[in-house]
């Protein structure tokens, strides 16, 4: 049996959350939004797939977007859903050298909320 593969598959669409998350990664600081913007394009092209160090596996479906740039760190939790969509769940500013455990219960809660 032979794969038949699309040539240039359509691309992924990239949704927010809320109006919250999308206003939280609106306002980074230019060089980790500049950062973020890029690995957003990459996964609307390629999808959720880009893995590490731009994509990291949270596990039940939970995946981080890893920007940085001079000003710092940030992360953002998303999920695939179905239909070749990606939601951002889930945004902050990393501090410490481990997540905090409520940024993940959230962004766990919403990832419920989105595929329950």
Not at 35 to 57: N, S, T, W
Not at 63 to 86: L, W
Not at 95 to 104: A, S, V
């Amino acid at each position: 049996m032979m794969l038949i593969m699309e040539a240039n598959p359509p691309p992924w669409e990239i949704e927010y959350y809320n109006r919250r998350v999308q206003a939280w990664a609106d306002a980074l600081p230019s060089g980790i939004q500049a950062d973020l913007l890029h690995l957003l394009r990459r996964m609307r092209q390629y999808g959720p797939v880009l893995g590490m160090p731009y994509i990291r596996p949270m596990g039940g479906g939970l995946c981080e977007v890893r920007a940085k740039g001079a000003e710092g760190i940030a992360r953002a939790f998303f999920c695939a859903v179905v239909g070749r969509r990606i939601v951002i769940l889930h945004g902050f500013i990393k501090k410490t050298e481990q997540t905090p455990r409520h940024e993940l219960e959230l962004a766990r809660k919403r990832l419920k909320e989105v595929r329950p």
